[in-house]
Nanobody
Framework: QVQLQESGPGLVKPSQTLSLTCTVS??????????WIWIRQPPGKGLEWMGA???????YYKTSLKSRTSISRDTSKNQFTLQLTSVTPEDTAVYYC???????????RGQGTQVTVSS
């Protein structure tokens, strides 16, 4: 059973960079056919797909966030990371890492971490 755990600061100041790490257990991020995904849920809104990195290192970003988003991985630690630059209060959300057999497949999901953007 794949398990995912998000980690990172809960408070980020406007204009700074949000950095989150997802640690994976029970499976390898290089397992063939799996996508490793970042999603978020702003208060009162639905889930928003942000991007994904594949088992082979291919990367996909939501078009509207592409200029501010970077997803990478550390295969030696079985982790993948999210960086979101130039954050504003509108980036306040619960951030989740997830995994599945497609870039929009959230079969496995972490418990989420609240990130608040505020000065």
């Amino acid at each position: 059973q794949v398990q995912l755990q998000e980690s990172g600061p809960g408070l980020v100041k406007p204009s700074q960079t949000l950095s989150l790490t997802c640690t994976v257990s029970g499976g390898s991020i290089t397992s063939n056919g799996y996508y490793w995904i970042w999603i978020r849920q702003p208060p009162g809104k639905g889930l928003e797909w942000m991007g994904a990195i594949t088992w082979s290192g291919g990367i996909y970003y939501k078009t509207s966030l592409k200029s501010r988003t970077s997803i990478s991985r550390d295969t030696s630690k079985n982790q993948f990371t999210l960086q979101l630059t130039s954050v504003t209060p509108e980036d306040t959300a619960v951030y989740y890492c997830a995994s599945g057999a497609g870039r929009y497949d959230y079969s496995y999901r972490g418990q989420g971490t609240q990130v608040t953007v505020s000065s």
